[in-house]
């Protein structure tokens, strides 16, 4: 009798063993695995949200994070390569905006509207806006904000140049004072940066380089070959070095925070480099919008990081789920305290705490609201790379910088025509 009962206990226990291994396995079985590709810096910014959702999300949603190159570039050749052979193995991609019109149009995008309304995309920043939607849809929801900004020096002077013109005088005045060697560095090295600072640059002289929607090309026009001749003549006069065509943001951010120079380009992430105590010019320095011939024409190019849905992943709620998320107001302002990236939403520009960790909120503001998109095509990586080749041969003094430009808007044309017209 005694054996009976110890056997049906051990039978009842194992039981309840089985019934709960059971139902332990049927829970993760429904756990949805979401992957996203995301650029290093991203990756190893946004693991505390990672681990943050996957907390509130237990035993539905799992997200993971694919770790990417560090290079805007490489990434999307990564993205592309795994798109083009199919069934990609992430289900959404942290997106460069350029890359928008060629993902989209060759359908690799989802578009958003069942997920996000369009009364919480009007609510963002107005400088994030741009570059989101493809044919009226939105495909991309912004992560953070950026864009270029003129960093000058307060121990130099009471207040930033307006105008090209006062830029060069400045300079000038302050190098034979021999306050500084150069008066402005920048981006002139041939690859996308270089394009983002013509970009700038042309619009402050009352241009444009290429409207898809008219077909418009504006290189070989006056202001397009004005910003190309003071670009230029800013390396022949000695206000920026030689070296400036060969430098990206890293050189340019060198230079400026050893003291080198009055004047920098660059993006809103160079703020916190130059206050650490190894920065000559920490506590010596604020920003502004880029330099224009009339405060109408001054731009800042728009250069946010958004996410996207692809299109064949089989968990597109979950997806959707997971970058309302990591874009929403509460996930923004973790990033910009612990990474001073530039929030999206409007409303954090105005947060007191986050104005006592970057004070230049205020003027990234200001800049946002001066942000134009690169020209949204498909085309564009082919017509960038045109323009980045012939004006850099113009500062490296092989060729004129108005051949450079007539060059330029030849190949652009032929490039478009090449597609098929306008796109």
Avoid at 293 to 310: K, P, Q, V, Y
Wanted: aromatic share 8%.
């Amino acid at each position: 009798m005694q054996l009976r009962r110890t056997t049906t206990t051990l039978l009842i226990v194992l039981l309840v063993v089985m019934t709960w291994l059971g139902l332990k396995t049927a829970l993760a079985s429904q756990t949805v695995d979401v992957k996203v590709l995301m650029p290093a810096p991203f990756a190893d910014a946004t693991k505390p949200l990672v681990d943050q959702f996957n907390q509130e999300h237990h035993g539905h949603i799992r997200l993971s994070v694919v770790k990417g190159p560090l290079e805007t570039e490489a990434i999307s050749d990564l993205a592309i390569s795994s798109l083009l052979l199919g069934n990609p193995p992430f289900d959404a991609l942290l997106m460069d905006v350029t890359w928008v019109p060629k993902y989209a149009k060759a359908g690799w995008l989802q578009p958003l509207d069942q997920w996000f309304e369009k009364a919480e995309f009007e609510q963002l920043a107005k400088g994030v806006q741009p570059g989101n939607e493809f044919e009226g849809q939105i495909v991309r929801w912004p992560f953070v904000a950026s864009m270029g900004l003129l960093y000058w020096r307060t121990d130099l002077m009471d207040s930033p140049p307006r105008t090209p013109d006062e830029l060069v005088n400045i300079s000038k005045q302050l190098q034979a004072d021999q306050k500084v060697p150069w008066g402005y560095v920048w981006q002139g090295r041939q690859y996308e940066g270089l394009s983002c600072v013509y970009l700038e640059v042309i619009h402050g002289f009352g241009g444009i380089w290429y409207d898809p929607s008219t077909g418009t090309i504006g290189l070989d026009q006056k202001p397009g070959l004005a910003a190309a001749n003071w670009l230029t003549n800013l390396i022949k006069d000695g206000i920026s070095p030689q070296a400036v065509a060969n430098f990206a943001e890293a050189e340019s951010l060198q230079s400026f925070k050893m003291g080198e120079s009055a004047f920098m380009r660059n993006w809103p992430y160079a703020w916190a480099e130059l206050q650490k105590e190894d920065s000559s010019v920490k506590g010596k320095v604020a920003v502004t919008t880029m330099v224009a011939t009339s405060e109408e024409n001054s731009a800042a190019t728009l250069g946010s990081w958004g996410l996207s849905i692809l299109n064949g992943t089989k968990h597109a709620d979950e997806t959707a789920t997971a970058i309302r998320f990591l874009t929403s107001q509460s996930a923004q302002r973790t990033l910009a305290m612990s990474h001073g990236y530039t929030p999206t939403s409007t409303e954090l520009f105005n947060d007191p705490e986050l104005l006592t960790i970057n004070p230049i909120l205020p003027e990234l503001s200001i800049a946002l609201n001066h942000a134009i998109a690169r020209p949204e095509t498909p085309l564009y990586a082919q017509i960038s790379d045109a323009l980045q080749r012939n004006l850099n041969s113009s500062l490296t003094g092989e060729s004129p910088s108005n051949q450079s430009m007539q060059e330029t808007e030849i190949s652009t044309e032929y490039i478009i025509k090449s597609a098929g017209g306008r796109s």
